[in-house]
């Protein structure tokens, strides 16, 4: 069966592929697993940073100051298994909600 490259860059898309392989015939194993929780955590650790970046972005001008002040761990049980995120934060915002973008 020949093996194609995919780029995944959202959760949407990554259900997609996974469609697809199912429906190809493709079992989900364990060999992917592990693949599926890295990218998982690539999608939602970027989407908490771009909303710190907004953040900040609109504190711009105003009298509030804010900059970054580290990260913390925090594991989510996902149908692909536990994935352990690195939260980013700011002295005054933490994105504990990442919005769902198409």
């Known amino acids: 069966m020949p093996q194609r490259a995919v780029t995944i ?3 949407p898309q990554a259900f997609e592929v996974v469609k697809e392989m199912q429906a190809e015939g493709l079992e989900w194993g364990e060999g992917y697993r592990p693949l ?3 990218a998982l ?3 939602i ?3 908490m940073a771009e909303a710190v970046d ?3 972005d609109t504190l711009d001008g105003s009298a509030l100051r804010d900059r970054r002040n580290g990260s913390y761990s925090r594991h989510l049980l996902s149908e692909l298994g536990d994935i352990e995120l690195s ?3 700011t ?3 933490c994105p504990t909600v ?3 973008i198409d």
């Open 36 to 38: 599926g929780r890295q």
């Open 98 to 100: 990442v919005s769902h």
């Open 45 to 47: 650790e970027g989407r």
């Open 91 to 93: 002295r005054h915002y």
């Open 54 to 56: 907004r953040w900040l």
């Open 9 to 11: 860059e959202s959760l």
């Open 41 to 43: 955590v690539e999608i």
């Open 87 to 89: 939260v980013p934060r």
